[in-house]
């Protein structure tokens, strides 16, 4: 299975992952412009976390975003769907344990983490609200759940030449430096296709989370969003 389709059967996703793992990261960096790690860092920092929590980091992929969180402190338990992904970042010697996961049935119990966070792979869901209300399910009462996800930039002007970059640039440069340039096809078509800012709060508000705000990074070309779970 070389790529994915927009119907997103996780088979499909989870043998395109397995396909790119090893030269996954570099791709994203290149395509991202450098980008990347801005974006983590602010990731890292909406999880408003304190020492010693214990955060999900749900389609964590080779754990960079895992090992992010780590540094500022929490315990992570990185989980994905792609076994590729999970045993390239156990090859790198990602310092966090990995957990084989569907986004949409976590293997968790209600209440068992501080905080869930989804980087780059909520649009990867076969039904994304349902994982949003997985993550919703499994984070404490007053925790925070925080989705970092490409979206829309503001700018329509701006929109048009990015889109453009993602139907032509990217699978350009993917066949220069991926394993397998037919999934970063999908990869454009899947944020093309996915919600704006409001529509994903609105997903947000409909999983029961309050609080709920986003964050515009790169002009929109990603969004932070995050929202809490009621307090008891």
Known sequence: MSRADLDKKPYDVAGMFDAVARRYDLMNDVAALGQVGM??????????????????????????????????GARVVA?????GMMTEGRRRGAPVPFVGADAQHLPFQDDSFDAAVISFGLRNVHDPRRGLQEMTRVVRPG????????????????????ERYLLRAMPAAARAFSSNADAYDYLA????????????????????????????????????????VPSV
């Not at 989980?79 to 076994?83: G, P, T």
Request: glycine share 10%; proline share 4%.
């Open 39 to 72: 974006w983590r860092d602010k990731m890292v920092d909406g999880l408003e976390l304190a020492p010693g929590q214990t955060v999900l980091d749900l389609a964590a992929g080779t754990g960079t975003s895992s090992a992010a969180i780590a540094r500022a």
């Open 79 to 83: 989980a994905d769907f792609s076994l």
């Open 189 to 228: 078509e899947s944020i093309i296709d996915w919600p704006t800012q409001e529509e994903l709060r609105g997903w947000f508000l409909e999983a029961g989370l309050v609080h709920c705000q986003y964050q515009n990074l790169s002009g929109g070309i990603v969004a932070l969003h995050r929202g809490r």
């Open 143 to 162: 925790g925070t759940v925080v989705v970092c996800e490409f979206s829309t930039p503001t700018s329509p002007l701006f929109r048009t030449v990015y």
